[in-house]
């Protein structure tokens, strides 16, 4: 029984992609007839909003983004700010109004809640490749200088894993 895969999704899961790297990784997937190829990126380095621009750019089918940039950690590419930059480009087509109003009337309380959004340990995670609770661990200790983490997180990257270990980062300390 043959299957039929219709799209592939590319995900910047670490947030630690920058805009010169988005090419060659779409480049040969955009070469597969009959696939649709997506985008989604998380903010870690606030790099979001370019690679998507890029991906994009590139030919991208398919891109997606949250309200208020809502998403675990450092979040996703806010809606707002594609939509303002696509009302900007085609003004017949787009209107960030909606979406707006839904922020305030929403998304701003919740903010305020979960928290999502630019933090130190989700940058730290996106500059070293490496999965968010090692990055998030380390701070929240608050035994370690900035740049002991630094070298934890470089060591790490050095490592390679896949996802998070807590047995790994015990080691560490």
Same mark, same amino acid.
Do not use: P, R, T, W
């Given at each position: @029984?043959? +299957?039929? !895969? *219709?799209? !592939? #999704?590319?995900? *910047? +899961? #670490?947030?630690s992609l920058f805009p010169y790297q988005i090419k060659p990784i779409f480049e040969p997937l955009l070469n597969i007839s009959n696939i649709k190829v997506g985008f989604h990126s998380h903010n870690s380095l606030q790099m979001a909003f370019a690679n998507t621009l890029e991906a994009i750019r590139c030919g991208a089918h398919i891109v997606d983004c949250s309200f208020y940039g809502i998403g675990r950690g450092a979040g996703n590419l806010p809606t707002e700010i594609l939509i303002s #930059? %696509?009302? *900007? @480009? /085609?003004? /017949? @087509?787009y209107n960030v109004i909606p979406i707006l109003s839904a922020i *305030?009337?929403?998304f701003i309380a919740l903010h305020k809640e979960k928290k999502w959004g630019y933090?130190? +340990? #989700?940058? %730290? +995670?996106?500059?070293f490749e490496v999965h968010p609770d090692f990055a998030k661990k380390l701070v929240e200790f608050r035994d370690y200088s900035i740049e002991e983490i630094w070298k934890a997180l470089a060591y790490i990257k050095k490592l390679n894993p896949v996802g998070y270990s807590e047995g790994l980062l015990n080691e560490i300390i």
């Open positions: @029984k043959a +299957s039929y !895969i *219709d799209c !592939i #999704y590319v995900v *910047d +899961s #670490y947030g #930059y %696509l009302e *900007d @480009k /085609n003004h /017949n @087509k *305030d009337e929403f933090q130190l +340990s #989700y940058m %730290l +995670s996106g500059m």
